[in-house]
């Protein structure tokens, strides 16, 4: 009944929009449509591929796979789990695959409607998935938070040391206190000294100092 699956670009089609809508309802609010078109897309693709070579474990890959991106968007928003669980959802996909092209073209699939998912930002509602990891989450004086504001604006020029590794978020340490920052795309290590060199709202950015960086 599926046999039009047989073909590799049709699975690529199936396996993106899947993809698509799965990771779309992670990002914004779409009261669950587009967890169910998700589910459906991929339903089918494990039902025609499926067979006696190939066991439901694939299934219980792509499901840990997509827990964990959940997880981590929720509780570590710090990434690196979020690859591992693409690695789990890609193995699950390509392993029952026909041929080695279809392996390839699934995997890249995962990719596409992982891109393609984040268009629905520019649309719907968004979700506190990994609100941490990006720090969007910025207190306007129309909030009543301009005492914290201009704590924070005070720190600028200062210097200080990071508590773990920024990819690109973390921990540092100013003044013996605390403070959530971004290296803004620069990976830095712990116990590196750090200079802030903007705030916006609560959005702290950091860089290495200059005796650090040409170390």
Sequence with gaps: ???????????????????????????????????????????????????????????????VGLALIIFDGN??????????????????LAVPAPTLI????????????????????????????????VLKDQLTSEKGYNSMNEDYKELVGKKGKTLNPFRPTGTVEIDNKPYSATSGGQWIPAETEIEVISVDGTRILVK?????ASE
Aim: avoid cysteine; charge should be neutral.
């Design 102 to 133: 279809y392996s390839i073209l699934v995997a890249m699939g995962v990719f596409v409607g992982a891109l393609l998912a984040l268009l629905f930002l520019k649309v719907f509602p968004h979700r506190n998935m990994w609100s941490k990891m």
């Design 1 to 63: 009944m599926l046999e039009w699956l047989n073909a590799a670009p049709v699975g690529f089609l199936v396996v993106t929009l899947g993809t698509m809508f799965l990771l779309g309802e992670l990002m914004v609010r779409a009261r669950g449509i587009f967890a169910l078109l998700g589910m459906g897309l991929m339903s089918m693709y494990f039902i025609h591929h499926l067979n006696g070579d190939v066991g439901t474990w694939v299934i219980v890959f792509y499901v």
């Design 208 to 212: 290495k100092t200059e005796e650090t």
């Design 75 to 92: 509780v570590t928003s710090e990434g690196t789990i979020s690859i591992i669980g693409i690695v789990f959802m890609i193995i699950g």
